[in-house]
């Protein structure tokens, strides 16, 4: 759901489409069998029901699919684009499993959920790095002394902490 290019020259599962990380790259695969995440036991049959929406898709259009590999793998990258926006279509019955499946490609490339964020940043996580996170403090920790709208908000709440946190 976010492409990235191949790990290897041979490697089919990744259509390679784009040139830089993807979701693969930036720990999606982690993630996923994480065991604070009760979805690696479900990822076979999750991948099983891509499949057989991969071969309905192609018989549809008469795209032939090698049986050397899995179907949605052995679809050229448009096909698997124009196949995973249908997965989303308000009337798919199982599109609560692909908004799932979205959101934690998502939490991996975008906040490299599976790891320390400051370990992350360091390693040069690619999500990270891409929407060009910023470095912490010296201390490990996040201040942002601009306002994102060019002032604050709100009020500081009187009983605030000298950490931030509400008394």
């Known amino acids: 759901m976010i492409p990235g290019e191949r790990r290897s020259p041979g490697d089919m599962v990744i259509a390679g489409a784009v040139t830089g990380p993807g979701a693969v790259q930036a ?3 982690t993630l996923l069998h994480s065991p604070e995440l009760p979805v ?3 990822l076979p049959a999750i991948a099983a029901l891509l499949d057989a929406r991969a071969v ?3 018989a549809l259009r008469l795209i032939w699919l090698s049986p050397s590999r899995p179907p949605f793998v ?3 990258f448009a ?3 124009a196949l995973v926006g249908g997965l989303f279509d308000p009337d798919d019955l199982d599109r609560p499993i692909w908004q799932v499946m979205s959101l934690l490609v998502g939490l991996a ?3 490299a959920g599976q790891q320390d964020t400051v370990e992350a940043l360091a390693q040069g996580h690619p999500g990270l790095t891409w929407l060009r996170f ?3 403090d010296a201390d490990g920790l996040w201040r942002f002394p601009d306002f994102s709208y060019g ?3 709100a009020a500081l709440h009187p009983n605030t902490t000298a950490s931030g946190s509400p008394a």
Do not use: I, K
């Open 40 to 42: 690696a036991p479900l």
């Open 56 to 58: 309905a898709y192609a």
């Open 79 to 81: 096909d698997r684009t």
């Open 151 to 153: 002032r604050p908000l």
């Open 74 to 76: 052995g679809l050229s």
């Open 134 to 136: 910023p470095e912490p």
């Open 109 to 111: 490339f975008d906040t």
């Open 27 to 29: 720990g999606v695969v």
